[in-house]
């Protein structure tokens, strides 16, 4: 049965060095149709993966599976600029999702702004809207986490999560991973324990983005403008929420995430040293 666990591992094997589906199924103890059936789902599903057939058509056909490249992707020189912008930034100030959501067609997307003091008082119906919407990866640029803790009437931003992850959604997470933060940290995975699956994964990274990437298909980017004290400037802070519905946006997004996250430290790593600090 392909699970998220079963993902994770296939994912991992493969990041090492490119392997062969017989590689790939005496490493899963299964047979060959059922390990091709499994990368297929992740090809695509996730793009995390892609394969190549050397020899196609002859008895010595040999079918490879490489990492996904996603050194090459950008589509064109705009998507090449913010690349280098998101991956260099680590404050969300240095950074504008405006600069993205003006390149995104306007049947694809839609941009709303509240003026309020604090985001729990915003429309939250808006996100868990969008949240309902992801059937397989839920994908999350955050600062510490604090959408967690977000609720409203009815409306628990957690339990929506919660809920994902019962239907089988898997999903990651690049965020601070920290002193200030680690109790953040610590309830997302709770879940993970709670739910008997090994479903969320939270690796530590400084980053600009506040933003969640859905089933890479929608994209949903928070910016927040500080309110400066200055005549004629805003009273309260300013939250502008862009919400995009384009693929390739999207898995250009994803590729930039996976690009940070492959290389960013686990945050059970974090807790562990930090924890030590308090001993």
């Known amino acids: 049965m392909l699970n998220n666990e079963t993902i994770k591992k ?3 094997f493969v990041y090492e060095k490119p392997r062969s589906i017989q590689e790939i199924a005496q490493y899963l103890k299964k047979n060959w149709r059922t390990a091709d059936r ?3 789902y992740i090809e695509e599903n996730f793009g995390t993966i892609s394969t190549r057939t050397f020899r196609e058509g002859t008895r010595g056909a040999l079918k490879v599976v490489f990492w996904a490249s996603i050194e090459n992707r950008s589509s064109n020189i705009f998507q ?4 280098k912008q998101i991956l260099t930034a680590r404050r969300k100030e240095e950074f504008s999702a405006f600069d993205l959501f003006q390149h995104v ?10 003026e309020q003091s604090i985001e729990e008082i915003t429309n939250l119906e808006d996100l868990v809207n969008i949240l309902r919407q992801t059937k397989k ?3 999350s640029f955050s600062g510490n986490l604090s959408y967690l803790n977000l609720k ?3 409306i628990n931003i957690f339990n929506e999560i919660e809920e994902l992850i019962k239907k089988g959604v898997r999903m990651k997470v690049l965020c601070c991973v920290d002193i200030v933060g680690q109790d953040n940290i610590k309830k997302l995975l709770s879940l993970n324990h709670k739910l008997g699956k090994n479903a969320i994964e939270i690796r530590h990274h400084e980053h600009p983005l506040r933003a969640f990437v859905i089933d890479k298909k ?4 928070k910016e927040i403008k500080e309110p400066t004290g200055r005549i004629k400037e805003l009273d ?6 862009y919400t995009m519905k384009d693929k390739n946006w999207a898995e250009w997004l994803c590729n930039i995430f996976n690009k940070i996250f492959n290389n960013s430290i686990g945050a059970e790593k974090r807790l562990e040293e930090i924890n030590k600090i308090f001993k």
């Open 38 to 40: 499994y990368l297929k």
């Open 236 to 241: 309260k802070k300013l939250f502008i929420f």
């Open 218 to 221: 929608i994209i949903r980017i």
């Open 10 to 12: 296939i994912e991992n």
């Open 137 to 139: 990866e839920l994908i």
């Open 80 to 83: 090449e600029y913010l690349e």
């Open 152 to 154: 409203k009437g009815k």
């Open 105 to 114: 067609a306007d049947k694809n997307k839609t941009a709303r702004m509240e």
